[in-house]
């Protein structure tokens, strides 16, 4: 049974950080691209940041650039999102995503991920 568990999230001041994480499981993790997506009610799911299996390729949509660093653990099955100097513009429930494969444009796609988390919500105050 494949299992993608979020955690971290929580609410802040603009200009703190949090570091979500996401536990995989129940499928080859290290096989797949892992990508953090987030959503706010009314608006469409807009990725945030993807990573390729072995790492080497990384992917940041332009409005986290700078701020947010993805990384992952092979040998743990875990997804991380570290985020710095939040915003309020970054309140949203953070999901994480596996797919067979990536690229840039996959943060435009969440319909080409396989298997999702239920999510975290992050709340950054003004």
């Known amino acids: 049974q494949v299992q993608l568990v979020e955690s971290g999230g929580g609410s802040v001041q603009a200009g703190g950080s949090l570091r979500l994480s996401c536990a995989a499981s129940?499928?080859?993790?290290?096989?797949?691209?892992m990508s953090w997506f987030r959503q706010t009610p009314g608006k469409e799911r807009e990725g945030v940041a993807a990573?390729?299996?072995?790492?080497?390729?990384?992917y940041y949509d332009d409005s986290v650039k700078g701020r947010f660093t993805i990384s992952r653990d092979n040998a743990k099955n875990t997804l991380y999102l570290e985020m710095n100097s939040l915003k309020p513009e970054d309140t949203a429930m953070y999901y994480c995503?596996?797919?067979?494969?990536?690229?840039?444009?996959?943060?435009?796609?969440?319909?080409?991920?396989?298997?999702w988390g239920q999510g975290t919500q992050v709340t950054v105050s003004s």
């Open positions: 129940g499928y080859t993790y290290s096989s797949y691209w």
């Open positions: 995503a596996a797919a067979a494969a990536g690229s840039s444009w996959f943060l435009r796609r969440p319909d080409l991920n396989r298997y």
């Open positions: 990573i390729s299996p072995g790492g080497g390729a990384i």
